[in-house]
């Protein structure tokens, strides 16, 4: 999984990273079937982020992700995520790029992957971008 992960950043966003520990997984309620989100944190490597056309990258603080309005299965990951930033005060040599995975459970179809990927890399964006990358 880890190498589908690197392969699957390097192809979307033209940045390699090592990925890292996993935060704790959510499950999203609000529809059937209902996905799982497997938040991972990764390290930036190397590269030049390049945005799709179809994504919008919004650069925001640690800080400011708590302004955001997200989804009941969004709330804890961004919890997690900026207690970690508090607990382990990484230096700012080290990026830490934040990096939400949607896997699919049987029965979604193509296109609901698809969707899922977009606001997967949507919300990747916003917490990548916090760290400067």
Known sequence: MKANLSLKIR???NIDILVGRPLKKTQQ???SPAPCLYPILCTFCSGEVAFQKYV???WVSPAELLHFDWTDSDRPIVDEYTKYLE???PPSRIKEAFLE????LIGFTLVHIFFNLYIALLITLILI???GI
Do not use: A, C, R
């Open 11 to 13: 192809e979307e966003l």
């Open 29 to 31: 309620d609000y529809t």
């Open 56 to 58: 919008q990258p919004l």
């Open 87 to 89: 607990d382990s005060n």
């Open 101 to 104: 995975i949607l896997i699919g």
């Open 129 to 131: 971008t916090v760290t």
